[in-house]
């Protein structure tokens, strides 16, 4: 989360966090081909899908979206990057976060947070691009996808299929800001990549003190409380018998943002809010001992052949940015493992340059 208070902040990592860089190359090691984190040298709310033997991964940035196409997904620094989006409309030209692209009926799409310059009037728009890839054709606007008849405050959507239905979740406000923020988990069924076709539901809101953080460890803070849940994304269980949504809290300016989940059994009733079940502790957090801090804006992928699952996420080598600091955010990926239920389980932030193995079924250039 970033708020107008922010805006100088934004306006500076704009060079920084749209620009690609080369990050270390691969080495190859007597065990085989490896990747080391972070996957670019900056970068926030990162995602990709896999589709047909290649890697689309997008990142957030201020004025445009781009896409990186890739076989290997741990080698961005060589990924061939288009520009597929720069928007003209003065209502939703500016802080174009955490673009999320899925192939839906054919079609792509890519939706994203943007507003008019003033970061508390965001809202979801979604493009669409009927080429077979991506990175073929043009994207054109579909429209904004109207939240609620008040139209507040609406960022992070996320897109899924279950039991023939099509879901929207996204993070909300519940009424306008005056004196502190609170930022929700909402869900929706969705006639069409563009449209919903029920109320919103909250099924998520900051509750415990690891939701709620954002005073800095150097004092450094926000004019105003912000309390957090925010970019949700969804897998199922090992056994597709569960369901999860994994989310942010608290300020992503802090050292404190962090991952929680939330589970519902795949038979529930999805719009009805006691179906969901909130776990009492993050499931991923900070690891100074690591130099890892902040980690969230989580999302999923396979490997090329299936077998494995990694996550993507953002986090800072810092505790925090010095006001006014270009953001050192920067995207990682790690494997993830299953627990006893069939849960996804993440693990712990490793620090910079640890090897990892490829995953599974990459090959190595």
Same mark, same amino acid.
């Given at each position: 989360?970033?708020?107008? #208070?922010?805006?100088?902040?934004?306006?500076?990592?704009?060079?920084?966090?749209?620009?690609?860089?080369?990050?270390?190359?691969?080495?190859?090691?007597?065990?085989?081909?490896?990747?080391? !984190?972070?996957?670019?040298? !900056?970068?926030?709310?990162?995602?990709?899908?896999?589709?047909?033997?290649?890697?689309?991964?997008?990142?957030?940035?201020?004025?445009?979206?781009?896409?990186?196409?890739?076989?290997?997904?741990?080698?961005?620094?060589?990924?061939?990057?288009?520009?597929?989006?720069?928007?003209?409309?003065?209502?939703?030209?500016? +802080?174009?976060?955490?673009?999320?692209?899925?192939?839906?009926?054919?079609?792509?799409?890519?939706?994203?947070?943007?507003?008019?310059?003033?970061? =508390?009037?965001?809202?979801?728009?979604?493009?669409?691009?009927?080429?077979?890839? *991506?990175?073929?054709?043009?994207?054109?606007?579909?429209?904004?996808?109207?939240?609620?008849? !008040?139209?507040?405050?609406?960022?992070?959507?996320?897109?899924?299929?279950?039991?023939?239905?099509?879901?929207?979740?996204?993070?909300?406000?519940?009424?306008?800001?005056?004196?502190?923020?609170?930022?929700?988990?909402?869900?929706?069924?969705?006639?069409?990549?563009?449209?919903?076709?029920?109320?919103?539901?909250?099924?998520?809101?900051?509750?415990?003190?690891?939701?709620?953080?954002?005073? !800095?460890?150097?004092?450094?803070?926000?004019?105003?409380?912000? +309390?957090?849940?925010?970019?949700?994304?969804?897998?199922?269980?090992?056994?597709?018998?569960? #369901?999860?949504?994994?989310?942010?809290?608290?300020?992503?300016?802090? *050292?404190?943002?962090?991952?929680?989940?939330?589970?519902? =059994?795949?038979?529930? =009733?999805?719009?009805?809010?006691?179906?969901?079940?909130?776990?009492?502790?993050?499931?991923?957090?900070?690891?100074?001992?690591?130099?890892?801090?902040?980690?969230?804006?989580?999302?999923?992928?396979?490997?090329?052949?299936?077998?494995?699952?990694y996550m993507l996420y953002h986090a800072r080598k810092m505790p925090n940015d010095a006001p006014g600091a270009s953001d050192s955010r920067s995207p990682r990926m790690q494997k993830i493992e299953w627990d006893k239920d069939g849960i996804p389980v993440l693990g712990i932030p490793d620090k910079d340059g640890v090897k990892y193995s490829l995953p599974s079924g990459t090959v190595h250039k």
């Amino acid at each position: 989360m970033r708020n107008k #208070l922010l805006l100088l902040s934004a306006i500076l990592m704009l060079c920084a966090s749209c620009q690609h860089r080369k990050t270390t190359p691969k080495e190859e090691t007597a065990t085989g081909a490896t990747y080391t !984190n972070p996957l670019l040298e !900056n970068g926030a709310e990162p995602w990709a899908i896999f589709h047909e033997g290649k890697y689309y991964y997008t990142q957030g940035c201020e004025d445009r979206i781009q896409l990186w196409e890739t076989d290997d997904i741990s080698n961005l620094s060589n990924a061939t990057i288009k520009e597929v989006w720069i928007p003209a409309d003065p209502s939703n030209f500016q +802080h174009l976060w955490a673009p999320e692209i899925h192939r839906i009926d054919n079609k792509w799409y890519i939706y994203f947070t943007a507003d008019d310059g003033n970061m =508390d009037n965001h809202q979801i728009y979604v493009i669409e691009n009927e080429s077979a890839s *991506p990175m073929e054709g043009q994207f054109v606007m579909k429209g904004r996808i109207p939240t609620d008849k !008040n139209n507040n405050w609406a960022i992070h959507a996320s897109t899924f299929e279950h039991n023939g239905q099509r879901y929207m979740i996204w993070c909300g406000w519940q009424k306008r800001r005056i004196d502190i923020e609170t930022q929700c988990i909402y869900i929706a069924t969705m006639e069409n990549p563009w449209t919903l076709s029920s109320d919103r539901i909250l099924i998520s809101k900051p509750e415990y003190e690891w939701e709620c953080q954002w005073v !800095n460890p150097d004092g450094s803070k926000t004019a105003y409380p912000i +309390h957090v849940n925010e970019a949700p994304q969804f897998i199922p269980s090992k056994n597709k018998d569960r #369901l999860c949504i994994f989310y942010s809290a608290s300020g992503s300016w802090t *050292p404190y943002y962090c991952v929680g989940l939330l589970t519902a =059994d795949a038979n529930a =009733d999805l719009l009805l809010p006691s179906s969901w079940k909130k776990s009492p502790n993050p499931v991923l957090q900070q690891e100074p001992d690591n130099q890892v801090y902040g980690p969230g804006g989580i999302s999923f992928v396979p490997s090329p052949d299936g077998k494995e699952w990694y996550m993507l996420y953002h986090a800072r080598k810092m505790p925090n940015d010095a006001p006014g600091a270009s953001d050192s955010r920067s995207p990682r990926m790690q494997k993830i493992e299953w627990d006893k239920d069939g849960i996804p389980v993440l693990g712990i932030p490793d620090k910079d340059g640890v090897k990892y193995s490829l995953p599974s079924g990459t090959v190595h250039k």
